[in-house]
């Protein structure tokens, strides 16, 4: 399916198949997450309702050009990056750009939601978006440096062929077992891109009042909700495609999604957050170590 | 699209947002606010992250208690006292028939003490468990509210077959309580303070010894005990500063001279410090719960007084005080001989630990330590309203 028809029907079934597998996944994760917390919790596609009510919100307030432009950024960026994140099937676009552009790409939204929230200047916001940005320094030097050392290991910067390599040599060749340290540090750094807790210092709400949210209603917050539904699958399958060999079918892939999600979300139940000097101090100390030292012992062994 | 308002254009929306001058900028935390405790609001002056001036904001829920209360026949203010502290009604409604008792010399049976006591001990335990609801909620740990406020409502299942009314129990009657305790009542107290108890154990793993919560608020709010003293704090706050000031020890009254307890304390009295005391409290509590429901004794519960509507109290007035789970609560009452009360004045703990301390503590505080300060003194704002 990466050629003629097939392709062009994956390019624009891509971004709908990726919304639900977020919705569906979203919704796991409020019903699990409610099970830990002994509550009932949610039906499993409360996601789409939440996106349903608030795309049918009337928009009454904007706060200007750039705000409606960052809505933009925030949902065009994660949609353009998804497209290079080879899935099961669909890898079509991964020969066009490696890892590296992955990473680039994925500060787009963040950049977006920056010049969108600070438009509307409201302090809340405004720290909200300081935060996200800090939070960069903490957990995309980890993985940055995780995948450095892959990439030193094998020879190539392609996310594809990475995931072809693993999936050859079979599990033992997976990242999180061949390099236990970088598949350790990459997990600390896949839960702060997620900003799950204990990282989960962008919304605070009782902080910050959920920070970069603050401002937004109706449409808008429907544009970041359908954001976070379409970058959560994608921002698992980055982390599965280095550390767990990819997957070669969608029932693998499902699996792998679901499982590696819900210890995401274990996590998140049973800890609060960090402060975001306390969160950087951690990723400093312990997840970009490890991946320092992996990649060093990656060095040692000749690569 | 003709219908969408364009507004800000750029400009700050907040007064104070632009103001390049002295880069400060104010914030608000409540009244509509996850990090707000209650109906209540705090306006604070920042810098960075760091907050220049704290000021909180009062009169949400303004129904002038104390003013009312002069309104009223004797009778129809116990309906009105408990609503002073939603979390923690019972001390209200026990003063004020206490303080109506001292003026009147009403004698309160013996087993009616002993159901007061039982009442104020297991509306103690409620109320702290809201409490740590509400303290992890600041710190995002959202598993441990639905926890805690979930094992409260099996005190208030207790509540609601004792008095009909889960929340507000309008149970505390000059003269003793409205009810007898019903069949099977004791067993099914015992069971629940079983059950507190075995959850305790979870609520440690859980929140008590969590990292992030020793690294969020070991250290943080610090109010040192001169100044705990100086500034009036009471209860769990001030026995957080290592002073074991309770009034249940110092000054008993009802039955819990028989009784005994100890009298947590910490010595850092920080936000962490604070917290653990009140968890040590509930352990206290269930020890005094379970020796009240083994030494009551048999006999009535309520020396009737003659019809309300025409119940004349003495003249005279009396000062009564109560350790509720916020700290000290202590009512002076004048009576000049009407069916009315002259004068009611309502000493919560809360207008000392949720307006002076906090707003003196909040003063070089940083941003995201100031919902969990305020949880940390655990005020009632409604009784600032008072």
């Known amino acids: 399916m990466n050629s003629g028809i097939g392709l062009i029907v994956w390019i624009i079934a891509y971004p709908f198949v990726s919304f639900f597998l977020g919705v569906l996944l979203g919704g796991y994760g409020r019903k699990l997450t409610a099970r830990v917390q002994r509550r009932v919790g949610p039906t499993w596609i409360q996601p789409l309702f939440d996106v349903i009510k608030l795309m049918t919100k009337q928009t009454n307030i904007s706060h200007g050009y750039m705000h409606d432009v960052a809505m933009m950024m925030l949902v065009g960026g994660t949609l353009m990056t998804m497209y290079f994140v080879p899935v099961p099937g669909f890898h079509y676009f991964s020969q066009f750009g490696d890892y590296i552009v992955v990473m680039y790409l994925l500060l787009v939204p963040p950049l977006g939601m920056a010049l969108g929230v600070g438009q509307t200047a409201n302090p809340n916001g405004s720290i909200g978006i300081s935060r996200a940005l800090q939070m960069l320094a903490g957990y995309e030097i980890t993985l940055v440096m995780t995948f450095i050392g892959f990439a030193m290991k094998h020879g190539t910067t392609s996310m594809y062929e990475l995931m072809k390599l693993q999936q050859a040599g079979g599990p033992a060749t997976w990242g999180i077992f061949a390099e236990p340290l970088l598949g350790i540090a990459a997990l600390f750094a896949l839960q702060g891109m997620l900003n799950e807790k204990p990282f989960e210092v962008i919304i605070a709400p009782h902080e910050i009042a959920t920070g970069p949210m603050t401002e937004m209603g109706g449409k808008y917050l429907g544009m970041m909700f359908i954001q976070h539904l379409i970058a959560l699958p994608m921002e698992l399958t980055i982390f599965m495609n280095l550390f767990l060999g990819g997957a070669q079918s969608w029932v693998e892939y499902v699996v792998k999604l679901f499982v590696l999600f819900t210890l995401v979300l274990v996590v998140n139940a049973v800890y609060g957050r960090f402060k975001t000097d306390g969160a950087l101090r951690f990723f400093w100390k312990l997840p970009l170590p490890l991946a320092a030292l992996g990649v060093v012992m990656i060095m040692a062994n000749g690569m | ?386």
């Not at chain 2, 405790?37 to 907050?51: C, Q, V, Y």
């Not at chain 2, 829920?61 to 002073?84: D, S, T, W």
């Not at chain 2, 010894?209 to 608020?217: D, E, F, M, Q, Y």
């Open chain 2, 1 to 386: 699209m003709s219908d969408i308002v364009t507004i800000n254009d750029g400009k700050a929306i907040m007064p104070g947002a632009n103001a390049p001058e002295n880069r400060e900028y104010n914030m608000f935390i409540g009244p509509n606010h996850p990090g707000i405790e209650g109906n209540f609001a705090l306006k604070l002056s920042i810098e960075g992250d760091i907050i220049q001036k704290a000021k909180t904001e009062a009169g949400f829920l303004h129904r002038g208690f104390e003013k009312l209360m002069e309104e009223r026949l004797f009778i129809q203010n116990i309906a009105i006292v408990c609503r002073i502290c939603v979390p923690d009604p019972d001390p209200n409604e026990e003063n004020y028939a206490r303080a109506i008792e001292a003026i009147g010399g009403i004698e309160v049976p013996r087993r009616a003490q002993f159901i007061r006591v039982l009442v104020l001990e297991l509306s103690r335990i409620a109320s702290h468990l809201f409490t740590f609801g509400g303290h992890a909620g600041t710190i995002g740990l959202y598993t441990m509210p639905n926890w805690s406020i979930s094992d409260r409502d099996r005190v208030l299942d207790l509540f609601e077959e004792l008095t009909g009314g889960r929340v507000y129990h309008i149970f505390n009657m000059p003269g003793g309580v409205r009810r007898d305790l019903p069949d099977g009542f004791k067993n099914r107290v015992r069971d629940v303070m079983d059950y507190v108890e075995s959850r305790l154990s979870e609520y440690d793993d859980l929140f008590f010894n969590n990292k992030i919560l020793l690294n969020r608020a070991v250290g943080t709010g610090i109010l040192p005990v001169d100044k705990a003293i100086a500034w009036g704090a009471t209860g769990p706050n001030l026995r957080a500063a290592g002073f074991a000031h309770d009034v249940r020890k110092d000054d008993p009254y009802e039955v819990y001279e028989e009784l005994e307890f100890d009298v947590p304390t910490a010595a850092d009295s920080d936000a962490y410090s604070r917290l653990i005391v009140r968890r040590r409290e509930i352990a206290e509590s269930i020890r005094i719960v379970r020796q009240v429901l083994d030494k009551i004794p048999e006999g009535p519960v309520w020396n009737k007084q003659p019809n309300p509507l025409k119940w004349r109290v003495p003249a005279g007035d009396a000062y009564v005080r109560t350790e509720s789970s916020k700290g000290e609560y202590a009512y002076y009452m004048v009576s000049d001989g009407g069916v009315r009360p002259y004068r009611v004045h309502v000493r919560g703990a809360s207008v000392t630990h949720g307006v002076h301390i906090l707003e003196n503590m909040l003063a070089g505080a940083r941003i995201e330590d100031a919902s969990q300060i305020m949880f940390s003194l655990d005020a009632c704002p409604p009784e600032v309203d008072r």
